[in-house]
């Protein structure tokens, strides 16, 4: 790697100003030789050229996979930034046998999902978004009445996956009055203690949880993790969240669950995304869909792009990066 290594950004554009605000880019332009292109896509004739002299890839979302003909055009090619989360198709085989670095801004993106998460569970627990449905649909009658099954002392939260994601939860439900469990098959009891919870097993977390909130990654073994089984010994009134991927979730027995009132959930994701114009789920007051925001959004990409901004610094310094991911984690990684 040269002291300047030559940096070419390979995503879409509309992101770059979020993701490298004046600041930002005044820190690259310092480290390294930018070019002012941004290819939205490597495949393209276009981007050969500049691939011959590019040391480092700035990737981010709308860069489809890079390719054996992509990576043949950039032999001087050391390292991919990627200011997205996943970099899990990224890369074809021959990127990780090359021995490329590669890191992901997925720890930064990891802090808006989690704060969502704890609003989110914070808000429903004191029953706010049913009750200001309610205020609204019956013009103020419900002013004064009493709410014995509101608020957040003791309510048990059961969070699955203690992923980037799940252990800033973790972190942030520490300050409130809520018995956090946690269930990750990768996480032993000693390690959850480390993490300031009890490690349960799956079928105790959906039992015995007020709260259900889901942090996994979507692999192999943890398409349908929450099926029709574990969403029927949920408790009732409980509240499902899930902002990691909408395969995790049997679609069907939750619709059934939701439908019948028994069960609340707050989905930032679903399967399939968007849900059908005919899904229930869509006019239910016991259901709340946000579209697949939880991640990082507006002011908040400046940190992805952050990320990439100090791992650059770090090569060009000759430094360890900070966010390596290794090809290893990837079969367990979102
Ligand atoms: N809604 C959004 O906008 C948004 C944004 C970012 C990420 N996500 C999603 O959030 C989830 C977590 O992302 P991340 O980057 O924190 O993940 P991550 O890559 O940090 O997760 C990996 C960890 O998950 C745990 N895990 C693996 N298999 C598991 C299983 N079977 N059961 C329970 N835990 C298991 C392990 O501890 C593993 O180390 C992913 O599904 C991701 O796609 C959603």
Not at 43 to 55: F, I, Q, S, V
Not at 146 to 163: K, M
Request: proline share 7%; net charge negative.
């Amino acid at each position: 790697m040269t002291e300047r290594p030559s940096v070419l950004f390979a995503l879409d554009p509309v992101h770059l100003p979020l993701l490298f605000p004046p600041d930002l880019m005044a820190r690259l332009t310092a480290t390294a030789d930018i070019d002012p292109t941004v290819v939205a896509d490597l495949r393209d004739p276009g981007a050969r050229r500049l691939l011959g002299e590019t040391e480092v890839l700035i990737t981010g979302w709308g860069c489809p996979p890079l390719t054996v003909e992509t990576l043949d055009a950039a032999p001087k090619l050391r390292a991919v930034l990627h200011t997205g989360g996943s970099v899990k198709y990224l890369l074809p085989d021959e990127g990780w046998e090359r021995g490329l670095l590669v890191s992901s801004a997925a720890t930064a993106n990891a802090l808006p999902v989690a704060e969502y998460a704890l609003g989110m569970i914070l808000l429903a627990g004191k029953g706010v978004f049913q009750l200001a449905g309610r205020y609204r649909d019956e013009r103020g009658f419900t002013l004064g009445e009493v709410h014995p099954h509101v608020g957040n002392v003791g309510r048990r939260v059961g969070v699955i996956g203690a992923s980037r994601i799940g252990r800033r939860l973790i972190e942030l439900l520490r300050p409130h009055d809520l018995d956090v469990v946690l269930h990750d098959p990768y996480v032993d009891e000693a390690a959850a203690a480390r993490l300031g919870v009890r490690a349960v097993g799956a079928a105790e977390l959906f039992r015995e949880s007020d709260i259900v909130t889901v942090h996994a990654p979507a692999v192999p073994e943890t398409d349908h993790l929450v099926d029709r089984a574990a969403l029927a010994s949920m408790r009732d009134g409980a509240l499902f969240l899930n902002t990691a991927r909408g395969s995790l979730v049997d679609h069907r027995a939750l619709t059934a669950e939701l439908v019948s009132g028994r069960l609340s959930a707050i989905l930032d994701v679903t399967d399939p995304e968007p849900l059908p114009a005919d899904s229930p789920l869509w006019g239910l007051p016991n259901v709340l869909l946000t579209p697949h925001i939880a991640g990082s959004q507006g002011n908040e990409l400046r940190r992805l792009g952050g990320t990439a901004v100090d791992e650059l610094a770090r090569l060009a310094a000759g430094h360890p990066l900070h966010h390596r991911v290794h090809r290893a984690e990837l079969p367990h990684a979102a």
